[in-house]
């Protein structure tokens, strides 16, 4: 069974609930995910919230890219176990499941370049004037 996996540990869902996971070729049941819920999502903020406010806020944009390069690499080493879990869950064909495992390495690579290069912009105004935007993150968000 799958687990949530909220401050660095594997967690079961609070409720103890599960949802079944089905093979769309056959409909069986290959596996289970934890059923979660807002008290799910409150403590994964809550962990996340403390890592931002601990060692991952307090690395720098350099270091964290550095990280985000190795997960990507890690992925890139995993590409073809992860292929074949998007193919058993969603039914992909091999093909497009190889293609969406490449293109997740791509995504985190992308992002850890990005890292240390994120910038404000002058926008054009009256003259004499300047307009600065400058980038900051939200922080800590939950998303279902």
Known sequence: MQMNFIA???TPALAGQTIDVLD??????FDQIPRSQAADI????QAARAAFNGPWGKLSAM???RLLMKLSQKVSEHAAELAALEQRDCGKPTKQAAADSIALARY???????CDKL???TLPYQNGYSV????????????V
Do not use: I
């Not at 409150?42 to 903020?45: F, G, I, R, W």
């Not at 985190?108 to 990005?114: I, S």
């Open 8 to 10: 660095n540990q594997s």
């Open 24 to 29: 769309p070729s056959d409909g069986q049941v």
């Open 42 to 45: 409150d403590q994964a903020v």
């Open 63 to 65: 270091e964290r890219g």
């Open 108 to 114: 985190f690579e992308f992002y850890a370049g990005a």
């Open 119 to 121: 910038h404000g912009e």
């Open 132 to 143: 600065l935007t400058w980038r900051e993150p939200h922080g800590v968000t939950g998303h």
